[in-house]
């Protein structure tokens, strides 16, 4: 099966499919990890981080469940933090070596280098790693047992609402992250959009069969962007070993050359991640003007109809929502007879169409039909009454058919 959630499913089913799937390959992994850690624990915690993602899309659908395991999974990253950055540690040294060839001929970060390949052996080969990999065991093995308590709403609206808020509130995170690092550019605001990058990038993979096409390339592009942020946080991580009090990278005779080098990497890094600063934040300013909710409409119309929308695309750079069309046409069946009608489904010619009214049963719902029925979208209803259509469009009312023309 895939990591992709099946609208013609249950919500509740397909949410404990795939967390039992992904929880099943992280204690793969970490079976795996005990002769092999460097690959077995990068490969754990990708399934920990898709876990996690999942459960905050769905953590309006039962919030209590999803922030008491989204906790728990947390928790069980955090052990094996420790053995996977020194891993990555080396990584750096290596891809700041490849990055500056001419800086770094002489042997200028051999030392550092081999202080961090004695520290690497060292977390693998102690008692340290047995003991972080049996608890995480544990804790999947218990988190698998309690996926039955999942409880999510079956009903077409109110999983769409549920889907909807997920990707949304994500979006929003990946907002504020993005202004932070542009504003301050302290570590922790570039960590925080990496993480909400990388989220979003896993919710794409989620709704793929619900966002529209073409997914395969705005996925590409945020994991291009979640790596830069990623060699950035390592870059982050190696100033702070550097700065520390107890010099565990060497004395500062053997550290200069690699503090110059994290200073140009980490300025080239940052001027890259922010270089799609305009076209990101164009992204996500529908999130702070309003817009957002007919975004993420399509994701709830998709859900709800089981079949393919019209849609358009608003290519506003990494983190790209869907502009809807077809949208309009959803809110027409939902909305309510009155005395107005909205701009965009007003009556056709020759006939009144009768909308159907929908029950607002979930918040997002609610918040449509209270958009809908917006007086900015509303005109009088005698305009498609009066004998406009009868002088300007003659044929309509003689039973005009194209069809007839061929």
């Known amino acids: 099966m895939s990591f992709r959630i ?7 089913g397909e949410i404990r499919r795939i967390l039992a799937e992904e929880i099943g390959k992280a204690l793969v992994h970490l079976d795996a990890a005990r002769d092999r850690p460097e690959q077995g624990l990068h490969n754990c915690r990708k399934r920990l981080k898709n876990v996690r ?15 008491t395991e989204n906790q728990c999974y947390r928790q069980v990253a955090a052990l094996l933090a420790g053995p996977r950055e020194a891993t990555a540690l080396v990584e750096t040294i290596d891809r700041l070596a490849a990055s500056f060839p001419e800086q770094s001929a002489g042997g200028g970060l051999d030392a550092v280098r081999d202080r961090l390949v004695a520290r690497l052996h060292e977390l693998h080969g102690g008692a340290g790693l047995d ?8 804790a999947c093995e218990e988190g698998v047992g309690r996926i039955d308590k999942l409880a999510l709403p079956d009903q077409p609206e109110q999983a769409a609402d549920v889907l909807a808020e997920g990707a949304r509130a994500t979006l929003r995170r990946a907002r504020k992250a993005l202004d932070k690092a542009a504003s301050r550019g302290e570590a922790d605001d570039f960590h925080d959009l990496r993480k909400a990058a990388k989220t979003h990038g ?8 619900l966002w529209p096409t073409p997914i ?12 830069r942020l990623g060699e950035l946080h390592d870059v982050f991580v ?7 009090e107890d010099q565990p990278l060497g004395p500062p005779e053997d550290t200069r050359l690699l503090a110059k080098l994290l200073k140009r990497s980490e300025k080239s890094l940052k001027k890259t991640c922010l270089a799609r600063r305009p076209s990101f934040s164009a992204t996500v300013r529908s999130a702070r003007q309003g817009s957002l909710p007919a ?26 929502r869907p502009v809807v069309i077809a949208v309009w046409h959803d809110r027409a069946r939902r909305h309510a007879s009155g005395p107005t009608w909205p701009l965009a489904c007003r009556p056709a010619a020759g006939g009144i169409v009768r909308l159907r009214a929908l029950h607002a049963v979930g918040r997002y719902s609610r918040k449509e039909i209270l958009h809908i029925r917006h007086h900015s979208l509303d005109t009088p209803r005698d305009f498609d ?5 009868r002088i300007v469009k003659p044929t309509l009312e003689y039973g005009f058919d194209y069809r007839q023309m061929i």
């Open 6 to 12: 099946d609208p013609h499913m249950s919500l509740t």
């Open 53 to 67: 993602a999942l459960l905050r899309l769905v953590r309006s659908g039962d919030e209590t469940f999803c922030v």
């Open 131 to 138: 003991a972080a990999i049996g608890a995480a065991i544990a």
């Open 202 to 209: 896993m919710h794409l993979s989620l709704l793929g069969r």
């Open 216 to 227: 395969k390339a705005r996925r590409k592009a945020v994991d291009e962007l979640g790596e």
């Open 238 to 244: 190696m100033r702070a070993l550097l700065d520390a």
């Open 295 to 320: 975004r993420c409409a399509t994701i709830s119309q998709r859900y709800r109809t089981k079949t393919p929308a019209r849609l358009a695309w608003a290519d506003h750079g990494v983190i790209c």
């Open 385 to 389: 009454l009066s004998p406009y259509f």
